[in-house]
């Protein structure tokens, strides 16, 4: 009973319900995968994603029992750092192509994506790195801290070049911006925090010139990547070829209306919308669970995001708060990332939704950073009654 009152129910609660949840929109979103693809079951999938959650589940418990401070240590932050260069250089060398990336590494019956777990080692990494160096960055802000301590922050610069060049650009700028709003959240410069809201809001503008100016001369692309940045922009003008999976993609959203066609009776699904198991699986809620399913998985994830928030700003310990911010950041940017690109208000990047989608390596590594916030939670609790007893 002791161990289980350290439990944040809070974070525990919504990551099974998504979990259980994920396993059953895999299933209902891999019916026509036989007609996409001609191979595949539906129930082998949802099997192997129930497979993915148990490990995920042990994972939790491995990190919180037995593997904490072996994974926040120098030592294995430089392992990981090793094992991931390997990783990435093979899957570009030698690894299986999908959808125009060559990033993935086949084990038995599934496959490992390295660019996931680099988003795991972008914030053990970051965080180590700022707790070691936390007077620099309070004191100076981060423009100039990072001219002071610019050699960390090459060696992450390597495996944003590895992951881009696979190509995986979604991979590449979530990545990106988990180290960037861990970085941001470490500094306490009003000047700087200034500075890089005003950079966002005029980066914006110039993205999205940017992605009219290739779709108005870009309509002999051939680069798988840049086909889905000329069909975001009008994918009716593409409707026959890149264009024709955000087209499915409306249909599906239009057709769920307020409370959705029921579980199973989505028709996108069936050989119209490819990878409704993965990147669209959003798309195929709405049809089936129509806007309030929607709002529940948003609502079950923005709890979550906002929970690890909290637990950021309650600790002391900068290395703790960073792992929070990041991981906070890990799952924004993700869902808005895969939602957006359900919906046509960002590019299409190939991004999973958190918890739900089917992959391995997706739950493997929420699992890990989620095992750490919910470690650092238990801390934190414990701290709090150990200062209330004194008192």
């Known amino acids: 009973m002791k161990n289980k009152s350290k439990i944040d129910w809070y974070l525990m609660i919504p990551y ?183 950079i966002i809001i005029l980066l914006v503008p110039v993205f999205y010139f940017g992605i009219e100016f290739l779709a108005k001369h870009g309509q002999n692309i051939h680069n798988y990547q840049l086909q889905r940045i000329v069909a975001f922009y009008n994918p009716f003008l593409h409707a026959q070829t890149s264009g024709a999976q955000l087209i499915n993609s409306f249909y599906a959203v239009s057709n769920g209306g307020l409370f959705g066609r029921g579980l199973g009776n989505s028709i996108q699904k069936m050989g119209y919308l490819p990878e409704a198991n993965t990147d669209f699986i959003l798309s195929i809620i709405s049809e089936e669970f129509g806007l309030v399913g929607i709002l529940f998985v948003l609502g079950l994830l923005y709890l979550m995001i906002v929970r690890m928030i909290k637990i950021g700003q309650r600790t002391n310990n900068l290395q703790y708060s960073s792992i929070c911010y990041g991981t906070a950041a890990y799952l924004t940017i993700q869902t808005l990332f895969n939602a957006g690109g359900a919906i046509a208000l960002v590019p299409l990047t190939g991004v999973t939704l958190p918890f739900i989608s089917y992959g391995g390596s997706s739950m493997f590594t929420l699992s890990i950073c989620f095992a750490l916030v919910l470690k650092i939670s238990s801390i934190e609790k414990q701290s709090r009654t150990q200062n209330n007893r004194r008192l």
């Open 16 to 198: 099974i319900f998504l979990c259980l949840f994920g396993i059953v929109m895999v299933y209902s979103a891999s019916a026509g995968i036989r007609l996409s693809f001609g191979q595949g079951e539906a129930k082998t999938l949802a099997e192997k994603q129930t497979f993915y959650f148990i490990i995920g589940l042990g994972i939790i418990f491995c990190v919180n029992k037995f593997f904490f401070k072996l994974i926040l240590s120098h030592r294995f932050v430089i392992y990981l750092f090793g094992i991931l260069m390997v990783a990435l250089l093979y899957v570009k060398l030698l690894g299986k192509t999908i959808n125009g990336a060559a990033g993935w590494i086949s084990v038995g019956f599934f496959s490992l994506q390295p660019a996931e777990f680099c988003k795991f080692f972008f914030i053990i990494f970051f965080a180590f790195i700022l707790r070691k160096r936390q007077t620099t960055i309070d004191m100076d802000g981060l423009g100039k801290s990072f001219k002071e301590n610019w050699q960390p922050l090459a060696i992450p610069g390597v495996i944003l070049f590895l992951i881009a060049v696979q190509p995986d650009m979604g991979g590449a700028i979530i990545n990106f911006t988990i180290v960037f709003v861990m970085l941001l959240a470490a500094t306490r410069s009003w000047k700087t925090l200034r500075a890089c809201t005003i």
